[in-house]
């Protein structure tokens, strides 16, 4: 089984090195788990598996740690992550208005990514800054006091 090369063949060599060395050896799933990531921006079904093929771990453990650990995804990511907090704070200040005009401006639905891969848009229980709040972050930046109408300049900066 030959997982397709969708990126820098380079990068496929060096993956390649890496199912190698972890060749039936199941400790290795994390870490192949994330190499392939790294090149690929997600986890393509076929890399999930010839990981269980060349790790020698059954495919529904492959999928029950890809889908376990939140750094992990199986759909593309967006070359920029936005985050939008729906916590109670967040919430109650505004969030749900930041996110309808997210959702319109990327025209997406929150879990998803832009055709283009531009964006995922993704919305999280809690970034822990409340008294800043409605809070939304891109790539780890944070911007706070968010409103919907300062949503398009924000996007604007990560063209």
């Known amino acids: 089984m030959g ?14 090195a890496l199912f190698a060395q972890y060749k039936g050896n199941p400790n290795g799933l994390i870490v192949v788990l994330a190499a392939i990531q790294e090149v690929h921006g997600y986890l393509p079904k076929d890399y999930l598996i010839k990981t269980a093929e060349e790790l020698g771990v059954p495919l529904s453990d492959v999928y029950g740690v890809a889908t376990f650990y939140a750094a992990f995804s199986l759909r593309p990511r967006g070359r920029h992550s936005v985050n939008l907090c729906l916590g109670t704070a967040c919430y109650v200040k505004g969030a749900p208005e930041v996110q309808a005009m997210l959702e319109k401006e990327m025209g997406i639905k929150a879990g998803n990514t832009t055709e283009d891969r531009r964006f995922s848009l993704d919305l999280v229980r809690c970034l822990g800054a409340c008294g800043i709040a409605p809070v939304m972050t891109v790539n780890g930046e944070v911007y706070p006091r968010m409103t919907a109408e300062k949503v398009s300049e924000i996007l604007a900066k990560y063209e």
């Open 3 to 16: 997982a397709e090369c969708k990126c820098n063949c380079e990068q496929d060599k060096k993956l390649d």
